[in-house]
């Protein structure tokens, strides 16, 4: 009788601790702010693409306040970090999206809008590729940029991390439009809002 009993407060143990573990998971996502140190990434008068997609990586950290989304970055200061250390922090982590952030450039000052891109040599291709449509589509419903759609890319952290990963291009800073959204406080925290509104979509 006591061994049955033990038996039964094992069984009810487990199966309460199982129930706290998935509901508990958090959903893990790696934000990667493009550039750093060095590397100023585009560039258009004083406006550098390294400090404005660090802007909008703080205020991600600040907005987010989903106990069950863990985010980490891959930088929080201006600093250069080589390609293939952003990888390894990445695949150390292990997270469940790698969301890399830039801003574009162009020649032509006309070319505007926002774009993602996806890499078919990742193993997680047609995740990445399904979870980026769903970015684009809800940028497109929450800012005023241009939808410029998914596209493939060759970029070295969307080829090497081993999980779903996008390289997300916020407007052109060489387009008066863009740039005056993109270097706007308001509009960099639209911005992070509206990641955070597609992770909380794709969580579950």
């Given at each position: 009788?006591?061994?049955?009993?033990?038996?039964?407060?094992?069984?009810?143990?487990?199966?309460?601790?199982?129930?706290?573990?998935?509901?508990?998971?958090?959903?893990?996502?790696?934000?990667?702010?493009?550039?750093?140190?060095?590397?100023?990434?585009?560039?258009?008068?004083?406006?550098?693409?390294?400090?404005?997609?660090?802007?909008?990586?703080?205020?991600?950290?600040?907005?987010?306040?989903?106990?069950?989304?863990?985010?980490?970055?891959?930088?929080?200061?201006?600093?250069?970090?080589?390609?293939?250390?952003?990888?390894?922090?990445?695949?150390?982590?292990?997270?469940?999206?790698?969301?890399?952030?830039?801003?574009?450039?162009?020649?032509?000052?006309?070319?505007?809008?926002?774009?993602?891109?996806?890499?078919?040599?990742?193993?997680?291709?047609?995740?990445?590729?399904?979870?980026?449509?769903?970015?684009?589509?809800?940028?497109?419903?929450?800012?005023?940029?241009?939808?410029?759609?998914?596209?493939?890319?060759?970029?070295?952290?969307?080829?090497?991390?081993?999980?779903?990963?996008?390289?997300?291009?916020?407007?052109?800073?060489?387009?008066?439009?863009?740039?005056?959204?993109?270097?706007?406080?308001q509009g960099q925290t639209q911005i992070a809002q509206s990641i955070l509104d597609f992770v909380?979509?794709?969580?579950?």
């Amino acid at each position: 009788m006591k061994n049955l009993l033990k038996i039964i407060i094992i069984a009810v143990a487990l199966l309460n601790l199982s129930f706290v573990n998935n509901e508990n998971k958090d959903f893990v996502v790696v934000i990667d702010a493009g550039h750093g140190g060095k590397d100023f990434g585009a560039k258009h008068t004083t406006f550098l693409e390294k400090e404005l997609v660090s802007a909008i990586s703080q205020k991600i950290a600040k907005i987010n306040t989903d106990k069950n989304v863990k985010i980490y970055f891959t930088r929080t200061s201006d600093e250069f970090i080589e390609l293939q250390k952003r990888v390894e922090m990445i695949n150390e982590i292990k997270p469940n999206l790698l969301l890399s952030l830039h801003v574009n450039q162009n020649k032509n000052t006309e070319t505007n809008g926002f774009e993602a891109y996806v890499s078919d040599k990742n193993s997680n291709f047609e995740k990445s590729e399904e979870l980026a449509k769903k970015l684009v589509t809800l940028f497109d419903n929450q800012t005023p940029l241009k939808n410029r759609g998914v596209k493939k890319g060759m970029l070295y952290v969307l080829k090497k991390t081993e999980a779903p990963a996008i390289a997300f291009e916020i407007g052109f800073i060489t387009n008066e439009k863009d740039r005056s959204y993109v270097c706007n406080e308001q509009g960099q925290t639209q911005i992070a809002q509206s990641i955070l509104d597609f992770v909380n979509t794709i969580k579950n």
